[in-house]
């Protein structure tokens, strides 16, 4: 989740202004131009898919990514994207320490449930010490505690022809409710929990709180906070603008955040 | 060699000058490679840039955050630009931390729009230029480093023999770069002992390097080969190396373009397309 992000009219537009004033700067505009072209971007954009089929295909389906000691953790974990999701309805909630929150667990499932903090809580718990990696470069530690999403996914009974699953999120940021999506080897990875705590005390509002997505073998935005519901699909066509996720969907992002 | 140097052949009418001897120099393979990478090491670099100015501070270690030291950073105070090296700060206004684009706009992104893909700030379109051109150097660097060893480039050219590991020979030879005295006649169609190793360490050194510790910070390739964060030090540590070793290449340009013009810009460049080559004659009394 990025800190600074300009709209992409406005990027356009200043690109634009700069191939008017080509004059000093012919090489730098002409980069600018050959960025913009449609045909470009499909040839640079297959460097997602060679990533995503290349890391599928060295790394066992399950291979873990590391785990830290105590002794690792960073001493501040930063916090980023959304840090107070605004409006009264959260605000209740968190006045009430989110007795009442609940997560929809919908889509293409034999059972649809609505899990409590309480039924997460009461479920088998992992816990992990994970290294968090921002596609802006930084890297904090902080162990985690929740479900794996995969027993969720088994309460709920995902049929067979659901290939992702979509995250909903509590916090809006400009015009939408932020939300991801994985596919399914990410989501039935054992690593991937459901965390409600973080470091070893209730996971704070500034880090998603009641319940936030650990997906660790990808970057940050991929791992949703302040989660409403799992929703599982056939296709990402409908979600969004197509390409099933909030920042991917804005300011082109790859949807596979493996590298 | 030209038959005319031999001393077994009578000598001809000397002309007033001796016909220019040319050389095939480099085969296809190695003028394709240049210029691929020429193009590639461009676009990598300065996409690299754009990445790095979403977060302009580098870390050793497992992690490192806005909260953690760096041990190098590029800000801005609020009316001028810096670079941070440990507690030194070195005022950068203009050029890094704080400068003015084309449009007369100060910014304080770290490093100025000239200097990166795309000019104003894009991280999706930086990454995407960057880990599609990744591909291409990863694959050329492999194939090349393949035909190299197969194809006897490396045991023909770039082999540095036993004599020429004499300190003696390479203080000479660093000597005679420089006076700018270079290799002529004869000597100039093969690498000297510097050339040997600056050519080694880039293919078989830094360009592996870069592209390991680049690999080292994709948490994907990290989870399928879990010792490269042993290998680098971590994350962060291989983030750190990944910009170090990239101006060491930049370096390594600096060097290249300046030889290459003080060793004859036009005969050097039309061997790299064409790959035949001009001795320079020799020096008087030198032959």
């Known amino acids: 989740m990025s800190g600074v992000l300009l709209p992409r009219r406005q990027l356009i537009a200043r690109a634009g202004g700069l191939v008017a004033a080509a004059g000093a700067l012919p090489l730098l505009s002409g980069c600018d131009a050959i960025s913009e072209a449609p045909a470009v971007r499909k040839i640079l954009s297959m460097g997602e898919e060679m990533n995503r089929a290349s890391q599928r295909a060295l790394m066992d389906r399950d291979a873990l990514a590391r785990e830290f000691t105590r002794a690792d953790l960073s001493p501040v974990f930063r916090s980023n994207g959304t840090k107070l999701p605004d409006g009264a309805a959260y605000a209740a909630h968190a006045a009430t320490r989110f007795a009442d929150w609940r997560i929809a667990v919908s889509g293409l499932v034999a059972r649809p449930l609505s899990l409590s903090m309480a039924d997460i809580r009461a479920m088998p718990q992992r816990t992990q010490i994970t290294r968090h990696d921002c596609v802006e470069g930084w890297s904090a530690i902080g162990e985690w505690t929740g479900p794996q999403l995969r027993r969720i996914l088994e309460a709920a009974g995902v049929k067979d022809r659901a290939r992702y699953i979509v995250f909903r999120c509590a916090d809006r940021i400009d015009d939408a409710l932020y939300y991801e999506s994985c596919d399914m080897v990410d989501a039935l990875h054992p690593q991937t929990i459901l965390a409600w705590a973080m470091n070893g005390a209730v996971l704070p509002i500034a880090n998603g709180a009641p319940l936030r997505l650990r997906i660790e073998r990808q970057l940050g935005y991929k791992h949703a906070k302040y989660l409403t519901g799992i929703e599982a699909v056939a296709s990402l066509d409908h979600i969004g603008a197509g390409k099933g996720g909030f920042w991917e969907d804005r300011i082109d992002y790859e949807w596979y955040a493996g590298i | ?287």
């Open chain 2, 1 to 287: 060699m030209a038959e005319a140097d031999s001393p077994d052949v009578p000598p001809a009418p000397v002309p007033e000058k001796p016909a220019p001897v040319r050389v095939y120099r480099h085969r296809l393979p190695t003028r394709i490679w240049h210029w691929v990478n020429a193009v590639t090491l461009l676009v990598m670099l300065m996409s690299g840039l754009m990445i790095f100015n979403a977060h302009p501070r580098l870390y050793w270690g497992q992690y490192g955050a806005n909260p953690d030291r760096a041990w190098f950073a590029i800000g801005a105070t609020a009316d001028t630009g810096y670079v941070r090296f440990g507690e030194t700060r070195i005022e950068t206004t203009g050029v890094l931390g704080r400068w003015t684009d084309a449009e007369g706009e100060e910014k304080t992104w770290a490093f100025p729009g000239w200097a990166t893909i795309p000019t104003s700030y894009d991280l999706a379109a930086g990454r995407r230029w960057h880990l599609f051109f990744a591909w291409v150097l990863s694959a050329g660097l492999a194939l090349y480093m393949v035909w190299s060893l197969l194809g006897g480039h490396v045991r023909r050219d770039l082999h540095v023999r036993r004599a020429e590991w004499s300190p003696r020979h390479i203080w000479d030879d660093i000597k005679d770069h420089a006076r700018l005295r270079f290799p002529r006649g004869e000597a100039a169609a093969r690498y000297n002992i510097l050339q040997k190793l600056s050519y080694i360490g880039v293919i078989f050194g830094l360009l592996p390097l870069m592209i390991f510790t680049g690999l080292t910070m994709s948490p994907g390739m990290d989870a399928a080969w879990p010792w490269l964060l042993d290998l680098f030090g971590g994350r962060q540590s291989a983030r750190s190396i990944h910009f170090i070793a990239a101006w060491l290449l930049v370096l390594f340009f600096l060097v290249h373009i300046l030889m290459v013009i003080l060793a004859g810009p036009i005969n050097e460049v039309r061997s790299m397309i064409g790959g035949w080559f001009t001795l320079p004659p020799e020096r008087e009394g030198e032959a």
